[in-house]
């Protein structure tokens, strides 16, 4: 019996109070302390010549408007400003944006979160669980929960960051933010062509390097293309230890095995029909082939220095047992098509997009399967250590169609948006367990006559499921600016959406609860406003107060591993059908400024949302399973705090940094089979919400200055700074670091236990770049990434709970490399 115990919500005005007089009081130290910068306004009223902060225009609100007239918190990094930070990905993006963060679960695996609100780390096998965070390609929706797609900066004009709940224009999905890939478009101005060309090496493992480049062709006063072609090979940094041998006496060891490469390309087109009509049409090709994982293990059933009856092994710190090549491919393909009118008043948007996503992975199952054959049927060795290889496949077909109206005056007192969105996905996901010789093997042994064949699932298939979804949803939204005066802005927005999701389960195997041709389906709809006030109290100061509601949608949860489970696992994690949308109410206040003339900025903002229903992933223990648990109250209270300074021409200094406190405001409770009450997976009220740092900034210190007639030396050093985080909620349960060797105790260990630390320590990473540029577009730059060969943890990885593997994933080592680049 399973019951929730909601607890009222606290008032906690008196911290969200104290933080917004700890920004006060840093506010006022900031302009303390840049006496720099106001001399130097005193230098340019005699006659000094001192550039400004680069004006970063952004559409956060689907129209333009510069980043500081924006009237909620965004950042925005422009393409030479990711270049500069080191910032190769998306997650080394959220290193260097307050509020935003990203877990790194492996290649092309990424869960993104945005101001502390996460439910915990989503795995291959939760195909009907949505994303917090929403990504968009320009105006196309490319987010797919777990596999956030990892595209190339290259030729990208920014990365923009909306922070909070963004349900009115971005809808589903974007329930805590949204993040935006903004490309550059065809121009008809000029022909222009841009190459670069890196090399690196890894301290501690392989080279790698890239090869990009792009070119703009204006054909006519009518035609224009865009071309964007790139390939990148990543060097490994982990070893994989492996058995030496039928005896396995001496291991072997692989170096560097997840090595890989990515290679792709767009292109698109801008035709001008007339002077109000544009059509650009874009087609975007991306690859992905990683040949293992940046997983290091800590404890693993079949290769740990605790065995008596088999040989000790002992792992280095960037070590991992394996008995197999593990991979990681991930194809992804992207045709849309955006159809822009624009008259005097009013203006209309289509954007139609189809995207297909193919991802594979193959992981080595052995000790997951090992420990279940050693435990269920107590077979030897020669079982125990089968090569177990885990297919895991997921194929997405996605249909998606926006179309708005919207006013195109400037000067009018009203701008505003309306429109209508529809999206159809079919997501088709499925896992393979092949264990090569086991029905004979364990008949040959005398372990058990036993046949593995089952409906679907062919001789030696222990585990097969086959999954297909289909995601149907379509909405209505608006938004309106209305400007009360000169200074005084009200903004209104709402979403009103309708989805439904239908299932088939197929499951299989002597693993599997056989389920064959079941089907299931969720639906839902409601309402999502958003209402903004700003106001310009000068010309360099604006504040803005926000309340917004965000979105994600629920779904239907697997069924357990019932073959798998003990009895008291069966009544804890079983009948939970289906989860609940999850909601969030976000109350906001901000402000930005301008100082010294506009050498410096300083934006702050203190939210406060309350959650309910967090959808929160579970381990079901023995089930080999995961599934959603609804957790009816939750809440996240924070500061974003950015500051950038450019007190001369040749130095600016940029600052981002968040304080979020963001933790669980219920509990829920089991009751065992002798009738004793638990909590659930750690699942209780004060808990932190997982996956999301408490404190996170970034500070960057850039300087440039003239070396010679035409060249420009510059250099620019980041220091980011990530604090503690759990992966799981469960994580934080009274002896979750305890592993119970007893409890499956192949190879006779020496000990009871195995103890680990489940939380994940906080880590200081800084990188360095610096080189020559000049003026006609050539540019040479010597970079360190990883200054201090900071050796991260950034995420936990176990399976079968902690009884059969535990590890984590790690950061890339110390890296040095070169680059070259060009434009014309």
Not at 147 to 155: I, Q, S, V, Y
Request: with cysteine.
């Amino acid at each position: 019996m399973i019951r929730q115990v909601k607890r009222p919500l606290l008032s906690r005005h008196r911290r969200l109070a104290f933080l917004g007089l700890q920004a006060s009081a840093f506010a006022l130290l900031v302009a303390q302390a840049l006496p720099a910068a106001a001399q130097t306004n005193k230098e340019e009223q005699a006659g000094g010549n001192v550039d400004e902060i680069e004006q970063i225009v952004v559409t956060a609100r689907k129209r333009s408007e510069t980043l500081q007239s924006v009237p909620f918190s965004v950042n925005a990094m422009t393409e030479s400003m990711l270049r500069d930070r080191g910032a190769q990905n998306l997650e080394d993006v959220a290193l260097n944006v307050a509020g935003f963060t990203i877990q790194n679960l492996g290649p092309g695996q990424s869960q993104v979160a945005m101001r502390g609100v996460s439910a915990g780390q989503i795995v291959r096998d939760q195909p009907g669980v949505k994303e917090q965070v929403g990504i968009y390609l320009d105006e196309s929706p490319i987010s797919l929960s777990l596999f956030t797609p990892d595209l190339d900066f290259f030729d990208t004009n920014r990365i923009e960051v909306l922070r909070g709940p963004q349900g009115t224009l971005f809808g589903s999905g974007s329930l805590s933010g949204t993040v935006r890939y903004i490309t550059n478009k065809p121009n008809f101005e000029e022909f222009q062509m841009v190459a670069e060309a890196t090399g690196n090496v890894i301290d501690h493992g392989d080279v790698g390097g890239s090869l990009k480049a792009a070119f703009n062709i204006p054909v006519n006063e009518v035609f224009a293309v865009r071309a964007v072609a790139y390939a990148t090979r990543y060097g490994g940094f982990i070893n994989a230890v492996q058995p030496g041998g039928s005896t396995f006496g001496r291991p072997n060891v692989k170096k560097d095995v997840n090595d890989g490469v990515r290679y792709g390309g767009r292109l698109s087109a801008e035709i001008r029909v007339n002077d109000q009509l544009t059509i650009r049409p874009r087609v975007v090709y991306q690859k992905v082939e990683i040949d293992g994982f940046n997983r290091v293990d800590l404890y693993n059933i079949l290769a740990n220095p605790f065995t008596t009856t088999r040989p000790k092994v002992t792992l280095g710190k960037r070590d991992q047992f394996t008995q197999l090549e593990e991979q990681f491919t991930d194809e992804f393909l992207l045709a849309d098509a955006e159809v822009t009118w624009e008259g005097d008043a009013i203006g209309f948007k289509s954007i139609s997009s189809f995207t297909n996503r193919e991802v594979l992975q193959v992981r080595d199952g052995t000790q997951l399967t090992g420990s279940i054959t050693f435990q269920v049927f107590g077979a030897p060795e020669e079982i125990v250590t089968l090569d177990s290889p885990l297919f895991d496949r997921t194929n997405v077909d996605m249909f998606t169609e926006e179309a708005r109206f919207y006013s195109t005056d400037p000067s009018a007192k009203l701008q505003w948006a309306l429109g209508v969105f529809y999206s159809n996905i079919n997501r088709r996901y499925g896992q393979t367990l092949f264990v090569d010789g086991f029905e004979d093997l364990m008949r040959d042994l005398g372990v058990l006559d036993i046949d593995t064949r089952g409906i679907l699932a062919p001789k030696d298939v222990l585990f097969f499921s086959d999954i297909p979804y289909d995601f149907e949803q379509f909405a209505v939204f608006g938004e309106g600016t209305y400007s009360l005066t000169d200074r005084f802005d009200v903004t209104a927005g709402f979403r009103w959406y309708d989805f439904n999701e239908t299932r088939v389960l197929n499951f299989d195997g002597i693993f599997a609860d056989q389920t064959i041709g079941q089907p299931g389906k969720t639906s839902t709809d409601g309402f999502s406003p958003r209402v903004i006030l700003s106001y310009e109290v000068t010309d360099d100061i604006q504040l803005n107060a926000q309340v917004s509601k965000g979105f994600r949608l629920g779904g239907i949860n697997d069924p357990l591993n019932v073959p798998l489970c003990s009895p008291q696992d069966l009544v804890t994690f079983g009948n939970r059908p289906s989860f609940k949308d999850e909601k969030l109410w976000n109350y906001e206040i901000g402000a930005k400024t301008e100082l010294f003339g506009g050498r410096a900025t300083f934006n702050i903002a203190a939210f406060w949302e309350q959650i309910k229903n967090l959808q929160a992933t579970v381990d079901a223990g023995t089930c080999s399973s995961r599934i959603i648990f609804n957790i009816p109250d939750a809440r996240s209270i924070g500061t974003e705090v950015e500051l950038t300074v450019r007190p001369t021409s040749e130095w600016s200094f940029a600052l981002s940094a968040s304080y979020t406190d963001s933790e669980l405001r219920s509990t829920i409770t089991s009751t065992d089979l002798s009738g004793n009450t638990s909590v659930v997976a750690g699942i209780q009220k004060g808990n932190r919400l997982p996956t999301v740092p408490r404190f996170q900034a970034a500070a960057t210190l850039s300087y440039e200055t003239s070396v010679s007639r035409d060249w420009d030396g510059f250099f620019v050093a980041t220091l980011q700074h990530v604090g503690s985080r759990f992966t799981q909620i469960g994580d934080q349960a009274p002896g979750f670091g305890v592993v119970d060797l007893t409890a499956i105790p192949f190879g006779d260990p020496d000990r009871t236990t195995f103890v680990f630390d489940p939380k994940l320590p906080s880590y200081q990473i800084g990188n360095l770049r610096f080189g020559v540029r000049n003026e006609d577009g050539w540019e040479v730059s010597l970079w360190i990434n990883n200054i201090w060969d900071e050796r991260a943890r950034l995420a936990l990885d176990r399976e079968r709970g902690t009884l059969a593997r535990v590890g984590f994933l790690t950061n890339q080592p110390r890296t040095f490399g070169i680059t070259f680049r060009a434009e014309r």
